[in-house]
């Protein structure tokens, strides 16, 4: 090998494909061990994940990189990836392009190199399962189970974030918000203002008031508020915010 082939002007380019084995990075460089086809085995006695090159991974542009402002990747140990070495043929100092998504057919040996935490289930595909044949949903899913889709699909776009847990916030077609938590509970912090109808199905609960305001300024607190149900053949009542029974006007 000449020196000259390892410089980066008018040096020799050398690329690889490979698996990644370990995601940690005790420097947090955005760095992980790559085992590389055709430049390392897979006999891990041989060549152990721990001995293997740190590969930095390429951001996008749409990512700065710098002053903890940016992205970090989301690589998984048994992720195959493409890249070059920065080096040259002294394959020393892998740069990773990206990602390569792939069916696996049968069960993996775990015990040999080239294998990772994920990707070793026979019958099993790496496309997230929301992507439709047309390619019209974008889809984000992470190893929690955290989903966020932007579906471009003619007639039924539409914006979906879902926690893990199935709580969901969902902007469909005609542009509709809807919330909806797994265990009935949204918590809001700080002041709140609706413009349009408020409809509360259920009771108003908690140590304070929902205060409405009309458009003469006057407040009416919808706690303590009751309406009239006008005169029936038991005289004219009003609803109880407590218990929800009537009881005779004032």
């Not at 055709?38 to 749409?62: C, I, Q, R, S, W």
């Not at 100092?93 to 993996?108: Q, R, V």
Request: proline share 4%.
């Amino acid at each position: 090998m000449l020196r000259q082939d390892d410089q980066f002007v008018g040096g020799q380019f050398d690329w690889f494909i490979g698996v990644v084995e370990d995601t940690n990075d005790p420097k947090k460089l955005n760095r992980v061990k790559v085992r590389c086809f055709g430049y390392h085995t897979d006999d891990k006695v041989e060549v152990k994940t721990e001995d293997l090159p740190f590969a930095t991974v390429m951001m996008p542009n749409t990512s700065p990189s710098v002053e903890g402002i940016g992205q970090n990747h989301q690589l998984l140990s048994g992720s195959w990836v493409v890249g070059f070495f920065r080096d040259g043929p002294s394959s020393q100092d892998p740069i990773i392009l990206g990602s390569i998504m792939s069916f696996t057919e049968k069960a993996i040996d775990t015990s040999l190199g080239f294998q990772g935490t994920y990707g070793n289930k026979a019958n099993t595909s790496d496309v997230p399962t929301e992507v439709d044949d047309a390619n019209l949903n974008q889809v984000t899913k992470t190893v929690a189970g955290h989903l966020i889709e932007l579906d471009n699909t003619d007639g039924a776009t539409r914006i979906n974030i879902k926690h893990k847990s199935g709580t969901t916030i969902n902007i469909n077609e005609e542009g509709t918000v809807s919330i909806d938590a797994v265990n009935d509970i949204v918590n809001i912090d700080g002041n709140t203002t609706i413009t349009g109808t408020l409809h509360v199905t259920e009771n108003v609960t908690g140590a304070k008031e929902i205060t409405a305001k009309s458009e003469g300024d006057e407040s009416v607190a919808l706690t303590t508020h009751t309406h009239s149900q006008g005169a029936d053949t038991t005289g004219d009542k009003e609803s109880n915010p407590e218990t929800n029974s009537p009881t005779a006007a004032t």
